[in-house]
């Protein structure tokens, strides 16, 4: 089973005790993924989707890929350690061709420490790392196998200070094609759409984890009736939960553990 599908049918079982959820059809593309028995016998057809981040996602990978060489390279130009950060969608085939001169530039300006768009004024050093490599930060530290370049996965970007990026993010799901479909062939008089917001959405990860979702009255788009947001805590196994009914307001969160996650 999807590790998805497990989540959402636990979180659904968890907040809504009685409810029954069960695997609807995950062979076919028009099917949506869970069905559910209210404890009234309503019967709710659920599609449970992600709103992350391509590209942070796939520039991760490209970090921790370990067939293309991993998050370490060996340095032979700068003399000490360092730690960096490229920025979502950096090429990092090339930062890790080039991160070591570019390293060794900065040090000859005597910095150990930076955050590129306050520093680069101060330093042309700084200044080429951001533009020509999307090296946002970075910082000396010392490395068990030295000299040493520690590339990290992207940083987070810009933080959105709006209480609604969760909400925001999760209709943006739900005005996707493909999730409406699935739930209008579903013929069910309720249709929730599930969507788990993943940690590379920052901005929506924080709304949901650390500030007060609006009173404003939502109205879904059709066919769906029902929205569950869900972003994992900082704490293992946790989960904050908002539902919001089409045409109310968002209901209180919930914070959920999934003993068996």
């Known amino acids: 089973m999807d590790d998805a599908l497990v989540t959402a049918k636990s979180i659904v079982e968890a907040c809504v005790p009685g409810a029954v959820a069960a695997i609807h059809d995950t062979g076919g593309t028009s099917q949506y993924d869970l069905h559910i028995t209210m404890p009234d016998g309503t019967e709710a057809a659920m599609e449970v989707t992600r709103a992350a981040d391509p590209v942070h996602l796939s520039t991760s990978h490209e970090v921790t890929n370990l067939a293309k060489g991993?998050?370490?390279?060996?340095?032979?130009?700068?003399?000490?350690?360092?730690?960096?950060?490229?920025?979502?969608?950096?090429?990092?085939?090339?930062?890790?061709?080039?991160?070591?001169?570019?390293?060794?530039?900065?040090?000859?300006?005597?910095?150990?420490?930076?955050?590129?768009?306050?520093?680069?004024?101060k330093y042309q050093s700084v200044k080429r790392i951001l533009v020509d490599l999307g090296i946002e930060a970075g910082w000396v530290q010392r490395w068990k196998r030295s000299p040493q370049i520690g590339i990290s996965v992207p940083g987070i970007g810009p933080i959105v200070s709006n209480s609604d990026a969760g909400l925001v993010a999760a209709l943006h799901e739900a005005s996707k094609t493909d999730n409406r479909r699935k739930l209008q062939l579903a013929g069910s008089l309720q249709r929730h759409l599930f969507v788990e917001i993943d940690h590379s959405r920052l901005d929506a990860w924080l709304a949901l984890n650390e500030r007060t979702l609006a009173e404003d009255v939502v109205l879904l788009p059709e066919p769906i009736t029902h929205l569950w947001i869900a972003a994992r805590t900082r704490t293992q196994s946790e989960y904050v939960i908002v539902r919001v009914e089409s045409g109310s307001s968002p209901e209180r969160p919930l914070r959920v553990t999934l003993s068996s996650m």
Request: glycine share 6%.
């Open 70 to 121: 991993g998050q370490f390279i060996d340095a032979t130009k700068c003399r000490k350690d360092w730690y960096v950060i490229p920025v979502a969608g950096a090429r990092i085939k090339t930062i890790r061709s080039l991160v070591d001169e570019y390293l060794a530039a900065v040090e000859a300006d005597g910095v150990e420490r930076f955050f590129a768009y306050t520093d680069a004024p």
